[in-house]
Every structure is written in C-alpha cells, then in structure tokens.
C-alpha cells in the first residue's frame, strides 16, 4: 500500500479537501481510498481490453475531478465524498475479469469458480457486456467477508465500518450501466437507496442517489483524447465501425470542462481538437460527430439521471439541467493522418450510428487564424507550427502549474543541499509523472520560443528532462543536461556542460535553456556565462524556468538574454544563506533535504 504523502492516493485524498481525518478510529478515509487505489492500480496493471478507451486509475481520478467540480451545487459531505471515490476506483474493474477471473483463491480453485462465472478468457466484446456484472460479483464477496485469495488486492480493511463504506460505494458504483441497480435508485421505497439516509458514523445524512446519478454524469463527461492510449492500433484491430467512431470522437476532444451557473445548471463545455492537416469536409463531418457523440450523449445522461431524481422524487436541487455546448473560441490543432478510411467512416457516421446529428457550429474564415463569428457556438481555428499534442490555453497551463506546486509542497525548515533554507520544500520531481502536464508545458515553451531555431536544447535539473527531451525533439535540436550547482563541497553540477560544442558559426541558431526550478538564479547564471564564453551572444539565448520564485531576487539578468518563466511563485521564500534566514536567526529546527531524497525518488518512479 502507498502511504507517501504524494502518492496518487494520498492526491486523491488531498482532492477531496476532506474537513476530518476520520470517521471512527476504526474508519480512516485515507487509508480506505489508499488501499482501494493500490487494488485498483494491480487490477489495472497491464490492461486486457486494449482495443477499448481507457479505463483506469487514470480515468477514475478524472471521473473525481468532474466530481469535485460539482461541490459548490451538491456540497458533498465527507463520507459522500470518500464513498463516490470509492466507486469511481471499483466501478470499471470488471473490464479486467479475463486477468482477475482465473486467479487462484485459498482452496485451489479459481475466481470465477467461486462467483460462477464463465471462466476467462472471454471474447472482449462479452467483457464489455459483463463488466458490471462481473465487477459488482468480486466486490460483493469482500463486502461480505468472503474474500479467499491474495490477488487482486483488498479494496477495504475487514472491520464493520470499513466494509459498510465499502458497500455504499459498491451500490453507486454499479448502477453506472443501468440495469436493476439503476432502477432502484428509482423507487423511493428502497431503504439502501433512499434520497437521505443517516450516516453510520454520525454527521449529516448523506445520499446514494444523489451519488449514482452524478457518478453515471461524470463517467460520460470523461470522453477524451487521454483516454485513447494506442491511438495507431485503432484501425489494425476488428473493432465494429460504431466504436471506431467512439475512438474518433474521444481523439478529437481536447477537454470537457463544468460550471454551474446561479441558476443551479450545470454548463458544461466541450473544447475540441482537429488534426492539423484537414479539409474543409473533414472538419464538419468532426464537428458532426462531436455534436451526436459528445454534446447529445452528454446532454441525454444528464437527462437520464435528472429523470431518476424525478421517480425518486429526489430534492429539486439535485436535477443538473444540463447545457452541454462547444467552448467558443478554443480549438487545439494536433499531428494527426486523416487516412482514407477515418474520412470514410467520419463520411459514413450518418449510416453508421443511424441518426441524424445537429448541425456543426457555423465559422467563418478570416485573414488571421479563420476567425469565427462571435456567439455561443463560435470557433476559433488557429494556425500553428507544427508542434506535437499543443494546447492554446497558456494561463489553463499556468494555473494547473500552481495548483500542482500547492499539492505537492512540504511546510517547514528546510536546509538545501546547495546551502540554502527555504520555509517551503517542493517536490518538484514529481511532476515528471503528471503526463498532461509535462506535455502542456513543453508546448508552452515551444508557443513562447516560436521562430527561433535552436541550435542546441539544456535540461538543468532531472525534474526538466522529460520536457526538455519533448521540446528538443519537436525543434529538431540536439539537447544535454546538466544538474544545479551545489556547495563547493558537493558534487560538481556541470558535468555534461563540458561535452557542449562550441557555438561559434552556428549562424541563426540559438540555444534553449529549460530549468526545473529558479531561485536566485546562481546556476542560471552560471549557465548564461558558460554559453557567452563559448561565443554565443546573449539575444540567442533563451532561459526558460518551470518554477520561479519569486520571493528571492535573481543575481542578475544579462541584457539581451529572454527570461521565461511557466510558473511564478511568489509565497514560497528562500534565503541564500543561514545568516540571512529568519527561521536560522531564531534557532529554529530545520530539516535536511537530504532526508526527503527517497520520497522523490520514489515520485520520480510512479511516472
């Protein structure tokens, strides 16, 4: 189980912004979510049903994301909040029975003996159909006490109270199919599925109803490109030409993001990606399929779960009178082969899926970037460089690069390896897991630097490197790294700095610097002195920063050179030295970097 504070579990948990560490002494939620996230991360490790969209930790964390977004309508109670993270872990394991069901059990028989199920493996498309009901068979034998084998893990404790939790997720989690589950949470008779029901460890009533709708909601809202992990197999497989479509429309969707207005409505905004390379065709027949497969799809769960609250006669509050529409002005371009066969099958969807499709939202093309008309379903179809998977938003990027650097700091004292403190310890290797982010940034840089051509791309920091690699390889540029500079004592932090060429003649080239994190900036000018003296003028030299703080002023800026930064923090301060530390002047206690070195370590790995 993982107990690291910075473990995806304990994100998840810090997500929840629960307001009490626990229910009982016997209940702690943060130990239920860890061991749910570690059975469903084992489940999940090395995925059958591949031919399928993701479905995941990956997608069950996201699934929690559209969840929390709801908060200010709903405001969850903890426990609501903790059993519905609880069913987004346990709700899809069952598209995994071909690597759980033939598991062997205590006695010597197997999984799917003691559920009598058919034994694995089963075809992928009967998967799909069982997947619910597989699922809730395995889950119910641990609710019971029933559990006999070491693998798949345990998703909860055997206390009482641990498994009452566990069963309350258990019943949200599968009435996300439909079927019998989700027709009990229509009828209001049905004691474990009222609207309001008191909480076994005291608080506030909470309600599963409420938890099931919003759980089927959010499931549909998590339709995006994240989800296809092996987009080149898509047409190498047998899949039926109705989920090729399926496939399609996930690709084409940059992010599906929700507010909810004054009114109580849930507005929700689907912001679309096209392939760089299209035609004027293709581009409608996208926006066609987004509109049946995205907008209607949302728009008709939303409505099927405000029609179980109306059964149920479930509070009028609760109905999410949903507005799923396109988000005006914000398209994303990416690389992407139209092949003959996806311009068919985008062609052909009319037949395909039997229905017709609302009209594609109108745009008219413009002298910069095809401009659309303003309005409600308005677009904007910007020209780009081609760069790989960019995003447009650069203050979406800068704000997720805060949010990151919020969860993923330590309060305290902290004396630096390179002889600094600092009130405040980021972990700042663990961004190289967030994938998103790691390949948002990089477009960023590559926004931001966009004409140069770069001769050469430095990583300094081991936390830079997956977005430095990123970035040299869509500019073409040969990269190094280096590590920061240390103590005179410590080890020498410029060991590849010495393999650079020498960039006299290089003619229009400049050279790309991508630090991980800058305080007062003494590697960076170390960086910048070493470049000039090898003959690089200072107005082709570009110093990017992923964290910046602020607090401390840099040691200096040389002229020409352009300062980037994705991130700026302005609260987190670092002193240069111990004399000129409050917290040291005090003779506060302080803790030695050195001692965190194995918890980033371990972050480092998860990615």
């Given at each position: 189980?993982?107990?690291?504070?910075?473990?995806?579990?304990?994100?998840?948990?810090?997500?929840?912004?629960?307001?009490?560490?626990?229910?009982?002494?016997?209940?702690?939620?943060?130990?239920?979510?860890?061991?749910?996230?570690?059975?469903?991360?084992?489940?999940?490790?090395?995925?059958?049903?591949?031919?399928?969209?993701?479905?995941?930790?990956?997608?069950?964390?996201?699934?929690?994301?559209?969840?929390?977004?709801?908060?200010?309508?709903?405001?969850?109670?903890?426990?609501?909040?903790?059993?519905?993270?609880?069913?987004?872990?346990?709700?899809?394991?069952?598209?995994?029975?071909?690597?759980?069901?033939?598991?062997?059990?205590?006695?010597?028989?197997?999984?799917?003996?003691?559920?009598?199920?058919?034994?694995?493996?089963?075809?992928?498309?009967?998967?799909?159909?069982?997947?619910?009901?597989?699922?809730?068979?395995?889950?119910?034998?641990?609710?019971?006490?029933?559990?006999?084998?070491?693998?798949?893990?345990?998703?909860?404790?055997?206390?009482?109270?641990?498994?009452?939790?566990?069963?309350?997720?258990?019943?949200?989690?599968?009435?996300?199919?439909?079927?019998?589950?989700?027709?009990?949470?229509?009828?209001?008779?049905?004691?474990?599925?009222?609207?309001?029901?008191?909480?076994?460890?005291?608080?506030?009533?909470?309600?599963?109803?409420?938890?099931?709708?919003?759980?089927?909601?959010?499931?549909?809202?998590?339709?995006?490109?994240?989800?296809?992990?092996?987009?080149?197999?898509?047409?190498?497989?047998?899949?039926?030409?109705?989920?090729?479509?399926?496939?399609?429309?996930?690709?084409?969707?940059?992010?599906?993001?929700?507010?909810?207005?004054?009114e109580g409505v849930v507005d929700v905004q689907v912001r679309v990606r096209l392939p760089r390379e299209?035609?004027?065709?293709?581009?409608?027949?996208?926006?066609?399929?987004?509109?049946?497969?995205?907008?209607?799809?949302?728009?008709?769960?939303?409505?099927?779960?405000?029609?179980?609250?109306?059964?149920?006669?479930?509070?009028?509050?609760?109905?999410?009178?949903?507005?799923?529409?396109?988000?005006?002005?914000?398209?994303?371009?990416?690389?992407?082969?139209?092949?003959?066969?996806?311009?068919?099958?985008?062609?052909?969807?009319?037949?395909?899926?039997?229905?017709?499709?609302?009209?594609?939202?109108?745009?008219?093309?413009?002298?910069?970037?095809?401009?659309?008309?303003?309005?409600?379903?308005?677009?904007?179809?910007?020209?780009?460089?081609?760069?790989?998977?960019?995003?447009?938003?650069?203050?979406?990027?800068?704000?997720?690069?805060?949010?990151?650097?919020?969860?993923?700091?330590?309060?305290?004292?902290?004396?630096?390896?390179?002889?600094?403190?600092?009130?405040?310890?980021?972990?700042?290797?663990?961004?190289?897991?967030?994938?998103?982010?790691?390949?948002?940034?990089?477009?960023?840089?590559?926004?931001?630097?966009?004409?140069?051509?770069?001769?050469?791309?430095?990583?300094?920091?081991?936390?830079?490197?997956?977005?430095?690699?990123?970035?040299?390889?869509?500019?073409?540029?040969?990269?190094?790294?280096?590590?920061?500079?240390?103590?005179?004592?410590?080890?020498?932090?410029?060991?590849?700095?010495?393999?650079?060429?020498?960039?006299?003649?290089?003619?229009?080239?400049?050279?790309?610097?991508?630090?991980?994190?800058?305080?007062?900036?003494?590697?960076?000018?170390?960086?910048?002195?070493?470049?000039?003296?090898?003959?690089?003028?200072?107005?082709?030299?570009?110093?990017?920063?992923?964290?910046?703080?602020?607090?401390?002023?840099?040691?200096?800026?040389?002229?020409?050179?352009?300062?980037?930064?994705?991130?700026?923090?302005?609260?987190?301060?670092?002193?240069?030295?111990?004399?000129?530390?409050?917290?040291?002047?005090?003779?506060?206690?302080?803790?030695?970097?050195?001692?965190?070195?194995?918890?980033?370590?371990?972050?480092?790995?998860?990615?």
């Amino acid at each position: 189980m993982s107990t690291d504070q910075h473990s995806p579990s304990a994100e998840l948990t810090a997500a929840l912004r629960l307001r009490h560490e626990s229910f009982t002494v016997e209940v702690n939620p943060a130990l239920q979510l860890a061991l749910a996230y570690d059975a469903a991360a084992e489940i999940w490790s090395g995925v059958d049903a591949w031919i399928y969209t993701e479905h995941g930790t990956e997608h069950s964390l996201r699934v929690v994301q559209h969840f929390m977004a709801l908060n200010t309508k709903y405001e969850w109670s903890d426990y609501e909040k903790v059993v519905f993270a609880l069913a987004a872990l346990v709700h899809d394991i069952g598209m995994q029975y071909n690597k759980w069901g033939g598991a062997q059990t205590d006695d010597e028989r197997r999984i799917c003996d003691v559920l009598n199920t058919a034994p694995p493996p089963l075809d992928w498309n009967e998967v799909r159909k069982q997947h619910v009901v597989h699922g809730e068979a395995l889950a119910k034998l641990e609710v019971d006490g029933k559990r006999s084998w070491k693998l798949p893990k345990a998703f909860c404790t055997t206390t009482e109270g641990a498994r009452t939790l566990f069963y309350h997720a258990c019943l949200v989690a599968f009435a996300h199919g439909g079927g019998s589950q989700w027709d009990d949470f229509k009828d209001e008779s049905k004691g474990d599925y009222a609207s309001d029901r008191p909480c076994p460890f005291g608080g506030r009533d909470y309600s599963l109803r409420s938890l099931a709708g919003v759980l089927r909601f959010c499931d549909e809202l998590d339709g995006r490109y994240v989800r296809i992990k092996q987009p080149d197999e898509l047409f190498r497989s047998d899949l039926p030409r109705d989920s090729k479509l399926h496939w399609l429309a996930c690709l084409y969707t940059e992010a599906v993001t929700t507010e909810v207005t004054k009114e109580g409505v849930v507005d929700v905004q689907v912001r679309v990606r096209l392939p760089r390379e299209r035609t004027d065709q293709v581009e409608r027949d996208i926006y066609k399929l987004l509109n049946r497969m995205r907008i209607k799809r949302i728009n008709d769960t939303g409505k099927l779960v405000d029609e179980m609250f109306n059964a149920a006669r479930a509070k009028p509050t609760w109905q999410l009178v949903t507005g799923a529409r396109f988000a005006p002005n914000k398209v994303t371009t990416f690389p992407h082969t139209l092949t003959k066969e996806i311009a068919e099958l985008l062609r052909d969807q009319d037949n395909i899926l039997d229905e017709k499709s609302p009209a594609p939202p109108r745009h008219s093309k413009g002298k910069s970037g095809r401009r659309a008309a303003a309005g409600r379903d308005s677009i904007e179809v910007q020209p780009f460089a081609a760069l790989p998977n960019l995003v447009t938003d650069d203050s979406d990027v800068q704000k997720r690069m805060v949010d990151w650097v919020r969860l993923n700091q330590q309060p305290g004292h902290f004396s630096l390896v390179r002889g600094a403190c600092t009130d405040v310890l980021i972990y700042v290797r663990g961004v190289v897991a967030q994938t998103d982010l790691v390949r948002d940034m990089a477009s960023w840089i590559l926004r931001r630097t966009r004409g140069r051509q770069f001769a050469k791309v430095i990583g300094v920091g081991t936390s830079a490197l997956p977005v430095v690699v990123r970035v040299a390889f869509a500019s073409g540029a040969p990269m190094t790294y280096m590590s920061h500079l240390m103590q005179e004592d410590s080890r020498p932090g410029l060991h590849s700095l010495g393999e650079m060429a020498d960039f006299d003649g290089i003619g229009g080239g400049s050279v790309l610097v991508v630090d991980s994190l800058v305080a007062r900036g003494r590697t960076a000018d170390y960086v910048v002195r070493q470049l000039m003296d090898r003959g690089m003028p200072p107005n082709r030299i570009v110093y990017v920063s992923l964290i910046r703080l602020t607090s401390a002023k840099l040691l200096r800026k040389v002229r020409g050179v352009s300062y980037l930064s994705v991130c700026d923090v302005p609260d987190v301060h670092f002193w240069s030295d111990k004399k000129t530390c409050p917290s040291c002047r005090k003779k506060l206690e302080f803790t030695d970097e050195r001692a965190n070195w194995p918890t980033s370590r371990q972050q480092r790995t998860t990615c």
